[in-house]
């Protein structure tokens, strides 16, 4: 029930769409920016309604002496942890969903799909699904950013970085229609995110070691995957390779597309950025797994 909201106006905005905007793998940016605007405000009503519920009916949580002395209270507690379900159902659809997107094109195409008119039908296919669910990932990215903006998160400095620069590739994808395979490698990063919210909001509670504990092993082995691997694969098809082996090419054809070539390159150094920040993550993790450094309460 709680992803309902999200599956069936997806669903609605898919099959609104005619077979010719999938064959030019282009579509209407009004129609992806306002689709966009109304998933952030539907975000937004879930949160809030969801922070209004637990206030009335979640009443005998217990916050870590930690997170007291960090200066978290209930309702601080309460507005991250509405933040956090909405992450949480998001996530459940977005990462799955682009994940198979990701592995579909690259089983059928040794060729990396960034644009697609001109990269073939199986590159085509590719952007209009990247861009189909990247309205989905758009809209998430701007809810996360809103929600830095009006104080209900307050993260560490390398979270903002994340949400920062996935909000711009988010943000630039859309206009300019770009991304294509890496974009549903990237979107595919927050299949992890559903344990880590799971962790994230548990962690602040007394009492609850072991759903801490199953949930944080469950988030580093998917993140591992997703993440510094699979993202990795990504970023050496669609921006390491062709530069590397001499196929830039493509991006020429891009260009040519009438496509801004500052935001091209700004993208793909965008990419590099996210990737960096991965394997960041990954040290982090491997870290704590090892004992090397401590785990936060």
């Given at each position: 029930?709680?992803?309902?909201?999200?599956?069936?106006?997806?669903?609605?905005?898919?099959?609104?769409?005619?077979?010719?905007?999938?064959?030019?793998?282009?579509?209407?940016?009004?129609?992806?920016?306002?689709?966009?605007?109304?998933?952030?405000?539907?975000?937004?009503?879930?949160?809030?309604?969801?922070?209004?519920?637990?206030?009335?009916?979640?009443?005998?949580?217990?916050?870590?002496?930690?997170?007291?002395?960090?200066?978290?209270?209930?309702?601080?507690?309460?507005?991250?942890?509405?933040?956090?379900?909405?992450?949480?159902?998001?996530?459940?659809?977005?990462?799955?969903?682009?994940?198979?997107?990701?592995?579909?094109?690259?089983?059928?195409?040794?060729?990396?799909?960034?644009?697609?008119?001109?990269?073939?039908?199986?590159?085509?296919?590719?952007?209009?699904?990247?861009?189909?669910?990247?309205?989905?990932?758009?809209?998430?990215?701007?809810?996360?950013?809103l929600a830095l903006l009006v104080g209900?998160?307050?993260?560490?400095?390398?979270?903002?970085?994340?949400?920062?620069?996935?909000?711009?590739?988010?943000?630039?994808?859309?206009?300019?229609?770009?991304?294509?395979?890496?974009?549903?490698?990237?979107?595919?990063?927050?299949?992890?995110?559903?344990?880590?919210?799971?962790?994230?909001?548990?962690?602040?509670?007394?009492?609850?070691?072991?759903?801490?504990?199953?949930?944080?092993?469950?988030?580093?082995?998917?993140?591992?995957?997703?993440?510094?691997?699979?993202?990795t694969f990504a970023w050496w098809r669609?921006?390491?390779?062709?530069?590397?082996?001499?196929?830039?090419?493509?991006?020429?054809?891009?260009?040519?597309?009438?496509?801004?070539?500052?935001?091209?390159?700004?993208?793909?150094?965008?990419?590099?950025?996210?990737?960096?920040?991965?394997?960041?993550?990954?040290?982090?993790?491997?870290?704590?797994?090892?004992?090397?450094?401590?785990?936060?309460?």
């Amino acid at each position: 029930m709680a992803g309902s909201f999200l599956v069936l106006p997806l669903l609605a905005y898919y099959v609104g769409f005619s077979d010719d905007m999938e064959a030019t793998c282009d579509q209407p940016l009004l129609m992806r920016v306002g689709f966009s605007g109304c998933l952030v405000a539907a975000y937004w009503m879930f949160a809030i309604v969801a922070r209004s519920v637990m206030k009335s009916r979640w009443t005998t949580f217990q916050l870590t002496q930690r997170c007291k002395d960090a200066g978290e209270t209930s309702e601080t507690f309460l507005k991250q942890a509405a933040l956090n379900l909405v992450s949480f159902c998001v996530n459940c659809i977005l990462g799955p969903l682009t994940l198979w997107g990701a592995l579909a094109h690259v089983s059928r195409s040794s060729v990396p799909s960034f644009y697609g008119t001109r990269e073939g039908i199986e590159s085509c296919a590719t952007m209009y699904t990247a861009s189909t669910v990247g309205c989905l990932f758009l809209s998430y990215a701007t809810f996360q950013t809103l929600a830095l903006l009006v104080g209900w998160e307050k993260p560490a400095i390398a979270t903002y970085v994340h949400h920062i620069i996935f909000f711009l590739l988010a943000v630039m994808g859309t206009y300019y229609n770009l991304g294509g395979e890496i974009g549903l490698f990237a979107m595919a990063q927050e299949a992890s995110t559903p344990p880590l919210m799971v962790m994230l909001t548990f962690r602040r509670l007394v009492g609850h070691e072991r759903t801490v504990g199953i949930s944080s092993k469950v988030f580093a082995i998917i993140f591992m995957i997703v993440r510094p691997v699979l993202f990795t694969f990504a970023w050496w098809r669609s921006v390491a390779r062709p530069f590397l082996l001499g196929d830039a090419e493509v991006y020429d054809r891009i260009v040519q597309e009438n496509r801004p070539h500052i935001a091209l390159r700004v993208m793909l150094a965008l990419y590099t950025l996210g990737l960096i920040l991965q394997w960041f993550w990954a040290k982090e993790i491997v870290a704590m797994a090892t004992g090397k450094k401590k785990k936060k309460a």
